[in-house]
């Protein structure tokens, strides 16, 4: 195969996906079949079965017992705010973008203490075993799930404060910027990598989807005097939602 050539699978992944994206085949009509395919583009049971493969990896298609393959509704993608932390202003971004627009937004959690993974310790510059309080959230917009995040607080940090539990207490829910200062830690600087990764088994279970599908990962992590504070997980569905980011100009 010499340079810039297409294996003949993705040459017919690419055109049946331009009749999905075109409309020429819409949401909720019948794939051709594998025989179809292999009529229609004069190619092996092999390559027809592999292009319908492609199609289904990118989230394009499904797969329904005993019916066959159906072209899926592709939704809208629908924006998710992120911006700096705020200093002053209390609310997390997530119920601040719900205050301020037309937010239907509501949001469960909960808390336990557990001992920092590899990873998790890496993260907050501590030893792997050291205690951490884990806090789980799940965030729905309209009632559908939209939203996982797990985050991580140091408790030689936040352990014996009124601020332990980050939805209990006087400053519940109020965010890590309050929270911390409300104790004395003055967080100046927060990171965000946002990467992709297909979703997990128990991650689609919860906010729907096939495996395969690829969801948004932001790794966040809230620092005072550089050492770390807090660190989260945040999972968006990648087809459902897009990430807005406002950052400000000095």
């Not at 792997?128 to 940090?157: D, I, K, N």
Request: hydrophobic share 35%; with cysteine; glycine share 12%.
């Amino acid at each position: 195969m010499t340079f810039g050539e297409q294996p003949a699978y993705l040459r017919v992944a690419g055109d049946l996906r331009k009749k999905i994206v075109d409309g020429q085949l819409p949401p909720h009509t019948r794939l051709p079949s594998q025989a179809r395919i292999r009529q229609e583009y004069g190619v092996s049971d092999t390559v027809a079965l592999e292009a319908r493969k492609v199609l289904m990896a990118e989230g394009l298609v499904e797969g329904r017992s005993g019916s066959g393959t159906y072209v899926r509704e592709r939704p809208v993608p629908r924006r998710i705010a992120r911006s700096g932390y705020r200093p002053t202003g209390g609310a997390t971004p997530f119920r601040q973008e719900q205050a301020d627009g037309e937010g239907r937004g509501t949001w469960e959690s909960s808390s336990e203490q557990s001992e920092a993974s590899v990873a998790v310790a890496e993260r907050l510059g501590i030893e792997p075993g050291e205690r951490v309080m884990c806090t789980r959230y799940l965030f729905r917009e309209g009632g559908e799930a939209m939203m996982l995040s797990t985050s991580w607080e140091p408790l030689a940090v936040t352990g014996r404060t009124p601020v332990m539990l980050p939805e209990e207490g006087p400053l519940g829910g109020m965010g890590v910027v309050e929270r911390m200062g409300a104790i004395d830690v003055i967080v100046d600087n927060v990171t965000e990598e946002v990467g992709a990764r297909p979703g997990l088994a128990e991650e689609l279970l919860v906010l729907g989807g096939v495996p395969g599908h690829v969801v948004l990962v932001i790794q966040r992590t809230f620092y005072a005097s550089g050492r770390p504070v807090e660190t989260a997980d945040v999972v968006i569905p990648a087809d459902r939602y897009r990430v807005a980011y406002h950052l400000p100009v000095k």
